[in-house]
């Protein structure tokens, strides 16, 4: 099989180490229990929270892909409506809220692949 890219294992939120085990029990990102983390990896069992606490981090990534999607719907809603500046602020709070359990995932994952690196030799060694 074909070695998964970086972004790829991001975005499909794999494990970092073999980028094959799921980290989320649950595919659909709008499932009632979308946030819920396998304990360890399936096939290499890497444990995903390394120390108590591991995800807080993960929040900052949360909020910079926040600040990411806002910025252009605040810029684009100004120059293309006349909303109010409170009006803007309310289609944003629904954009976020809409969008969080994605934010939630992506930024665990980018967290999570920032600590851990993919291990080529593991993954030879667990086969195909
Ligand atoms: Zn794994």
């Known amino acids: 099989m074909a070695e998964v890219s970086l972004f790829k ?12 085990g799921r980290v989320f029990t649950h ?7 979308f946030g819920k983390i396998e304990k360890k990896c399936s096939v290499c069992n890497f ?5 108590q606490g591991f995800w807080y981090g993960a929040m900052y990534f949360s909020y910079a ?4 999607i806002s910025i252009p719907v605040v ?13 803007i602020t309310g289609v944003i709070f629904c954009i976020l809220f809409a969008l969080s359990p994605l934010l939630f995932r992506y930024s665990r ?5 920032i600590f851990v690196w993919y291990d080529k030799d593991l993954v030879n060694k667990i086969g195909d």
């Open 27 to 33: 595919k659909n990102p709008y499932h009632r229990k």
């Open 65 to 68: 892909f926040g600040v990411l």
């Open 75 to 87: 810029v684009i809603l100004l120059l293309k409506t006349n909303l109010e500046i409170f009006q």
């Open 47 to 51: 444990i995903y929270e390394m120390e």
């Open 9 to 20: 294992s991001i975005l499909t939120c794999k494990c970092p180490k073999c980028r094959k």
């Open 109 to 113: 994952s980018v967290w999570l692949h």
